[in-house]
Each structure stands twice: as C-alpha cells, then as structure tokens.
C-alpha cells in the first residue's frame, strides 16, 4: 500500500523567511510525485509532476526537488498569499489513483 | 475549458436521507476520482473509473455509498441513508488516461448531515 507523509503538519514564517516541506514516500513502483496548493474553500490545485530522483521544476518562488524517498517543496522569500495547504500525492504501479499526504499548512506573516 | 464542475456546492440533509453528488469531468480525460477530504483524514480516494469502468472502488466506506459513470461527461456519487459521519468535503476530479499525468480537481461539494 502507498504511504505518503508530509512534515510539518503546519508552518509560520514571516514574509521573506525562506523554508522546506519535506513530503516522504513509500510505494511499489513510483510513477510520479505531484504537489498541489489548496486554499481554504476550494479544490487542490496542481503545481508540480516529478518523475524520477534528481529532477527539479520551479515556479515562481517555489521548487520541488525529488529524491528516492521523499520530495522537498522549497520556497523562497514567501509572500502572505503563498499562504494555503500545500499537498503532496503519488502515483504508482498500483494504478493512476493519487495517493496523498496529510498535507501542510503554511502561514506566511507579513 | 471550464474545469471540473461539481454540484452542489453546498449540501445540507437530514439523517436518512438520500444525497447525490454531481461531477462533469474536463472534456477528453478518461480518469475520474471521487476523494473525500475531513481533517482527521485528510483526501481520501472513495472511487475511481477509467473510460467510464469503475476500476477501483475499495474506498467506497459502505454499501450507502454508490457511485455511477453513465457516460465520459458525467458521474454521480450517492449516499442512502446519509449518516452525520459522512459530513465531508467532497471532491470530483479528472485527469488523462495515465498515471504519469496529474488530475485536476473541482472546488468540491461540502456536505453536512444533521
């Protein structure tokens, strides 16, 4: 069975204060690791797809890195509205359904 | 495109009664999940179908919960009796015939059991 773990469950940084979301994994094959932002409200929205250990994407302030085991959501001198639940999900050789974390809840203070 | 569009957005019902829940998926996806999201458990996948076929649906908590794809524009997700504990978010997405390829969601049906 997948298994993903996100940490931590909740984050408060001030406004330019760069940090780290640590998404660990555990599944029978990866296929892709997906990140996706939700606001209080409304659906998840989808981010970033890596594929295989080593890859990188970044949008704006923020990049995913992914290795073997768990993915890194770094950002960079946050702004207030980066504030949202950020999520991370996998899919596997079990099927295209999205396996996903608890997620982390990030607060950015002006 | 419009995205995935849920109905309603907002449901509230008495205990015992019937609740259907609305999906029309993005035009072309083949895949469609229903997720349940609470706090205490976070997104969790009730069913998923793969050109209209159920795939997987060892998420469905109870025979109250049923869900249909009578065609790849629409899907249903029904619960008879509702109960107070299936008070949720719930959420309807769609994504390609892959799973290299993300899904995108709808802004969910929050539904409320008293």
């Known amino acids: 069975e997948d298994q993903v773990t996100q940490s931590p469950e909740a984050l408060r940084l001030q406004e330019g204060e760069s940090s780290s979301l640590n998404c660990s994994y555990t599944v029978s094959g990866l296929r892709g690791l997906f990140w996706y932002r939700q606001d209080p409200g409304k659906g998840p929205e989808f981010l970033f797809t890596?594929?295989?250990a080593g890859e990188e994407k970044e949008k704006e302030r923020l990049k995913a890195t992914l290795t073997k085991k768990e993915s890194f959501l770094h950002i960079t001198a946050p702004k207030p509205e980066d504030s949202a639940t950020y999520l991370c999900a996998v899919t596997s050789n079990a099927g295209n359904m999205l396996t996903f974390g608890g997620g982390t809840r990030l607060m950015v203070k002006p | 495109d419009a995205g995935v569009i849920q109905s309603p957005r907002h449901e509230v019902t008495e205990m015992g009664q019937e609740v259907t829940l609305r999906c029309k998926p993005i035009s072309g996806h083949n895949s469609l999940f229903w997720y349940r999201q609470t706090m205490m458990r976070g997104l969790e996948l009730l069913i998923y179908f793969n050109n209209n076929v159920p795939i997987d649906d060892s998420g469905m908590p109870e025979d109250r919960f049923s869900a249909k794809m009578p065609n790849a524009s629409f899907s249903t997700l029904k619960i008879q009796p509702s109960e107070p504990r299936d008070s949720a978010v719930y959420f309807c997405?769609?994504?390609?015939?892959?799973?290299?390829?993300?899904?995108?969601f709808g802004q969910g049906t929050r539904l409320t059991v008293v």
């Open positions: 890596l594929y295989s």
């Open positions: 997405a769609s994504g390609p015939q892959s799973s290299n390829t993300e899904a995108f």
